[in-house]
T-cell receptor, first 116, second 113 residues
Framework: DAGVIQSPRHEVTEMGQEVTLRCKPI?????LFWYRQTMMRGLELLIY????????DSGMPEDRFSAKMPNASFSTLKIQPSEPRDSAVYFC??????????????FGPGTRLTVL | GDSVTQMEGPVTLSEEAFLTINCTYT??????LFWYVQYPGEGLQLLLK?????DKGSNKGFEATYRKETTSFHLEKGSVQVSDSAVYFC????????????FGAGTQVVVTP
C-alpha cells in the first residue's frame, strides 16, 4: 500500500487567499484525522471522520477552517481566508477499526503551509 | 481530561550512549500507550505501543513498559545511533475514545558521532 498521501507537500500563499489541503487515506481505513503541528502548540487534533462522517471538529480553530470527506478515499481541509498564524505543518492520518492494529494511526508526510 | 507529559528536549548524546525519555500520563481507565517518531521532514511513524498494564513494547532496539502504578511509559534504548536523531512523541488513546490520540509535546533527540 502507498500509505497516506497528502498534497501538496509545500504551499506558500498570501494572506487572504484560500488554501486547500488534500488527503488520501490508506485503502480500507474508516477513520481519518487532521492534525496541525507548530512549534508553539505542538500537535493538535483538528477534526476526525468515521466512515466519511465528521465525529468531532472541536479542534478546528475557527470558522475559517473547514473539512470535508466526500468519499472514503479523499478528504480536504480548507482555510479561507488564510492568515499568517495558520502557517504550520498539517498532517493527515488514518486508521482501521477492523484491523488487528486497530488503535494505530498511520500518518501522511504532511503539508507545510506558509502564509505570507 | 487526558494528558501526556514528556521530558523537554533537546536531548543530546553521543553515539552508543543510553537513551531514556520520560513519559507520564493522566487518563481515565486503561488507555493504550504509544511512542511515535518523526524524522526530519517526515510524518510520524509508530515506533512501539502497549495496550495493557505491564506490557512491554519494543522495536528497533527501543523499549517501553506500561506502568499503571506510576502512570508512565518511558522510552529506552541501550545504544543509540546517529540515525536515531529525531523527535519522539509519547501518546495515549483512551478507551472508547474513537481512537483519538493525545500527544505529548515531543522530545528532540540529537545523536552525535
Amino acid at each position: 500500500d502507498a500509505g497516506v498521501i497528502q498534497s501538496p507537500r509545500h504551499e506558500v500563499t498570501e494572506m487572504g487567499q484560500e488554501v486547500t489541503l488534500r488527503c488520501k487515506p490508506i485503502s480500507g481505513h474508516d477513520y481519518l484525522f487532521w492534525y496541525r503541528q507548530t512549534m508553539m502548540r505542538g500537535l493538535e487534533l483538528l477534526i476526525y471522520f468515521n466512515n466519511n462522517v465528521p465525529i468531532d471538529d472541536s479542534g478546528m480553530p475557527e470558522d475559517r477552517f473547514s473539512a470535508k470527506m466526500p468519499n472514503a478515499s479523499f478528504s480536504t481541509l480548507k482555510i479561507q481566508p488564510s492568515e499568517p498564524r495558520d502557517s504550520a505543518v498539517y498532517f493527515c492520518a488514518s486508521r482501521s477499526s477492523g484491523a488487528l492494529d486497530t488503535d494505530t494511526q498511520y500518518f501522511g508526510p504532511g503539508t507545510r503551509l506558509t502564509v505570507l | 481530561g487526558d494528558s501526556v507529559t514528556q521530558m523537554e528536549g533537546p536531548v543530546t548524546l553521543s553515539e552508543e550512549a543510553f537513551l531514556t525519555i520520560n513519559c507520564t500520563y493522566t487518563a481515565t481507565g486503561y488507555p493504550s500507550l504509544f511512542w511515535y517518531v518523526q524524522y526530519p521532514g517526515e510524518g510520524l511513524q509508530l515506533l512501539l505501543k502497549a495496550t495493557k498494564a505491564d506490557d512491554k513494547g519494543s522495536n528497533k532496539g527501543f523499549e517501553a513498559t506500561y506502568r499503571k502504578e506510576t502512570t508512565s511509559f518511558h522510552l529506552e534504548k541501550g545504544s543509540v545511533q546517529v540515525s536515531d536523531s529525531a523527535v519522539y512523541f509519547c501518546a495515549l488513546s483512551a478507551p472508547r475514545g474513537w481512537g483519538k490520540l493525545q500527544f505529548g509535546a515531543g522530545t528532540q533527540v540529537v545523536v552525535t558521532p
